[in-house]
């Protein structure tokens, strides 16, 4: 016969076990989608921001990064991937959903802002304009990761200190919208990938590249083109969305919100914060004077308002062209800007 001491050290550790168990189940996990590599600046701040959820929801909330595209998402798809539930998180740039929600893709184009202080004025804005546009997607953005503010210099294989000089040479850009800008000025801009700008600009298939000096040394363009003029404008610093499914995120319990949030304003304001961006492209182009690049001095001040006046006009066509929201958003991002 079983003593009642030994069945009340059973249902001790009976309730032990259940109460175990049942903590066990009350920590939430969810899934980030990250595409970037792991070394990238922003898988950095994204895996900072997954162990601030963790430490400020007292271990109750884990948020399980997967970088360098572990899961297999397209980033063109990240419209349709977060409506599903899994992942339950994710971050994007807004041109990357251009397929699906072209409104978005040109809410920002080289020669908009020149610094971090207008960039700055339009964000809220901008940041409303986003939260919008993805929510008619039915998906919940809790929150934006900065983009850096990069500056955009012309990479040369001779002195272009003008755009008059500009006009003589052949240039490679990135996109379309700087393609427009530039034709608009009347310099014969041309897309040409990354992999390819090195043997483009040794071959002279092109004589200057629109390009960032804190990056050239990742395709060793400084070796090809020893003439750097920078032009006075960033590229596009449109920030990241966060993005979390929204029916998991409407049933997330309130103090795992009030934690997950805290964390998302700590990661605002530290990759908001773009005093860090001046001291890397001081840096950026310290290193590269002392392998022989020569800077230049900044495109003269009437070169750089016919490039904003170009560029204003490159997105108006381009939201035209885009019909619907595509208008209105640009009409309330201009307003925001500094006149």
């Not at 993805?134 to 040369?156: H, Q, R, T, Y």
């Not at 700008?197 to 990742?218: E, I, K, N, S, W």
């Not at 610093?237 to 700590?266: C, I, M, Q, S, T």
């Not at 020569?294 to 019909?323: C, I, M, N, Y």
Request: hydrophobic share 45%; proline share 6%; glycine share 8%.
């Amino acid at each position: 016969m079983t003593s009642r001491p030994t069945v009340k050290r059973a249902l001790t550790l009976l309730a032990l076990s259940l109460g175990l168990l049942g903590g066990a189940h009350a920590q939430t996990e969810w899934k980030f989608n990250n595409s970037y590599a792991p070394t990238r600046p922003e898988s950095v701040q994204i895996r900072a921001f997954a162990a601030d959820v963790e430490k400020r929801t007292g271990g109750k909330m884990k948020i399980a990064v997967s970088e360098g595209g572990a899961l297999g998402l397209r980033d063109a798809d990240a419209l349709r991937f977060m409506q599903v539930g899994t992942p339950e998180l994710s971050f994007i740039w807004p041109p990357f959903v251009g397929r699906d929600a072209p409104a978005l893709a040109n809410l920002y184009v080289y020669g908009l802002v020149a610094d971090a202080q207008e960039h700055l004025k339009a964000l809220p804005a901008l940041k409303a304009v986003l939260k919008e546009g993805i929510a008619k997607w039915n998906i919940e953005v809790p929150g934006f990761l900065g983009f850096s503010i990069v500056d955009a210099a012309l990479f040369c294989r001779e002195p272009v200190r003008t755009l008059d000089e500009l006009k003589r040479k052949k240039l490679r850009v990135g996109s379309r919208e700087q393609v427009e800008t530039f034709k608009r000025l009347g310099v014969a801009a041309q897309i040409v990938p990354q992999n390819e700008l090195y043997a483009a600009m040794q071959t002279g298939v092109v004589d200057c590249a629109l390009y960032a000096p804190r990056f050239a040394h990742t395709i060793s363009l400084q070796e090809v083109a020893k003439h750097i003029t920078p032009t006075g404008f960033p590229f596009p610093p449109a920030p990241y969305a966060l993005l979390a499914h929204k029916g998991k995120w409407a049933a997330l319990p309130a103090d795992l919100k009030r934690g997950f949030n805290e964390a998302v304003a700590e990661l605002e304001r530290v990759s908001f914060n773009f005093d860090g961006d001046a001291a890397a492209e001081r840096g950026a182009r310290e290193k590269l004077q002392s392998q022989g690049v020569t800077f230049h001095a900044v495109l003269p001040a009437a070169d750089r308002a016919a490039l904003r006046k170009s560029a204003l006009e490159t997105w108006d066509v381009l939201a035209r062209e885009t019909g619907g929201d595509a208008v209105a958003y640009r009409q309330r991002i201009l307003q925001a800007l500094p006149q």
